[in-house]
């Protein structure tokens, strides 16, 4: 067995690995996505950017349960929105957000319109492993 320096244990000599494992690279993430249903705006893309979209939290569930309820029904989305749930600029009119300062921010008591949160008509069919809209209206109407 070879010399062992000082603090080094024999377990150290023979488990250490002969190569270095490559660096994991860092991905470039789009941030958290809008809870809205149907609504595709993520908070760090650069498309939500250049069309000046903010992203807000939902109120406390705690401190102003109404109002959180009332943003969850607009959402229209089955889950239950956690604590870093966002909903974007799109779905509050522009009288609801104060650009008065550098940053957007929501007025007071500022509730998202139900009007701007978009549903499909109908939900789309798999139709033989495809994603067709326009073949579920068909099998509908017949």
Not at 16 to 22: D, Q
Not at 83 to 108: K, V, W
Not at 133 to 140: A, D, P, T
Request: aromatic share 16%.
């Amino acid at each position: 067995m070879p010399m062992l320096a000082m603090g080094e244990w024999e377990h150290d000599y023979y488990y250490k690995p002969k190569t270095k494992l490559p660096k994991r690279r860092k991905t470039k993430t789009t941030g958290s996505q809008c809870f809205a249903y149907n609504c595709f705006n993520y908070s760090f893309s650069t498309d939500s950017k250049n069309k000046n979209i903010s992203f807000h939290r939902f109120p406390n569930k705690q401190k102003d349960f109404s109002r959180w309820n009332f943003w969850w029904q607009v959402s229209r989305r089955q889950s239950e929105p956690t604590a870093n749930s966002l909903m974007c600029s799109d779905h509050f009119y522009p009288c609801h957000i104060d650009y008065t300062g550098q940053t957007r921010r929501l007025r007071e008591g500022a509730i998202p319109s139900e009007e701007l949160v978009s549903i499909p008509d109908s939900p789309p069919v798999v139709y033989y492993g495809i994603l067709s809209f326009v073949k579920s209206q068909q099998l509908i109407q017949h």
